[in-house]
């Protein structure tokens, strides 16, 4: 088994890989979420969380699903994307470390070779008419409720919530992870460079319609220390720490410090 330090280890790894592919390759991204907290507050990983969390802007995400997998061919990573992989239930995609294996215990179809992983999630524009945002955000609000039934159904179960789940999926199936594929074309419907009145990750992001990042964020970014190594954060860091976490250099109670719920392995003896 893969102990937690080894995980955030192998996490580490992931990232570094990744951030390396994007000054090569001339893409934008910052840590975002988790990651970019722990690093202000703790240059480095939040000492009980097991996850990275970065951005990218539309643009260059695009470009990342479209070139990654075959600049990675040879490597021990493999991105997972709801387009490449009908097992896959998210909007966002992932970089996984194919040495590794994972088993989580909330995916109703967990795709083949999950491994552990980093999170890139797609920043969009915002529309700048107003009158416009409930139709926008409604078909949003849709497409997250179905990729959260799709993610966590779990026909094992006789919840009242499990009823529901089950009737949505029977009314509206994911053929070829066409709700997935729906909601991102909302979401990218309003172009990140064109139009709007500021950016955010409006594909994921759906409870809420607030403007967290700025274009500048990714075009002016700041470099932070991680783990020993300095990554990009958006420029106006601190204004998006207080959007998410409000004091965020203080420490939550221990109650919620919680860590992803998942059981991880080498697929061999042989990783190194």
């Known amino acids: 088994m893969i102990t937690h330090r080894e995980s955030q280890e192998i996490m580490l790894g992931i990232?570094?890989?990744?951030?390396?592919?994007?000054?090569?390759?001339?893409?934008?991204?910052t840590l975002a979420y988790g990651t970019l907290l722990g690093a202000i507050r703790h240059k480095g990983f939040i000492p009980w969380d097991n996850d990275i969390d970065v951005y990218m802007p539309r643009p260059d995400y695009e470009q990342f699903i479209k070139d990654f997998q075959a600049d990675a061919e040879g490597t021990h990573y493999r991105l997972l994307h709801y387009s490449l992989d009908?097992?896959?239930?998210?909007i966002i995609s992932r970089i996984v470390d194919t040495r590794t294996v994972v088993t989580p215990t909330y995916l109703r179809e967990i795709p083949d070779n999950l491994g552990l992983w980093i999170d890139i999630f797609v920043v969009d524009g915002l529309w700048e008419r107003p009158w416009l945002h409930p139709v926008y955000w409604s078909r949003l609000q849709f497409g997250r409720w179905m990729q959260r039934t799709i993610a966590y159904y779990d026909p094992r179960k006789k919840t009242f919530n499990n009823k529901?789940?089950?009737?949505l999926l029977a009314l509206f199936p994911n053929d070829g992870n066409c709700r997935m594929?729906?909601?991102?074309?909302?979401a990218a419907s309003c172009r990140y460079d064109e139009h709007a009145k500021g950016i955010d990750v409006v594909a994921w992001a759906w409870k809420s319609y607030k403007q967290y990042l700025t274009h500048e964020d990714f075009d002016e970014p700041v470099m932070v220390e991680f783990e020993g190594h300095q990554f990009r954060a958006p420029k106006n860091w601190d204004r998006y720490l207080k959007n998410q976490y409000g004091d965020y250099m203080k420490l939550p109670p221990e109650e919620d410090?919680?860590?992803h719920d998942f059981h991880a392995e080498w697929k061999s003896a042989d990783h190194d």
């Open 164 to 167: 529901i789940k089950r009737v």
């Open 86 to 90: 009908d097992k896959f239930p998210y």
């Open 257 to 259: 410090r919680k860590v």
């Open 181 to 186: 594929r729906n909601a991102d074309k909302v």
């Open 15 to 29: 990232l570094e890989y990744f951030d390396d592919y994007c000054n090569r390759k001339g893409l934008r991204y």
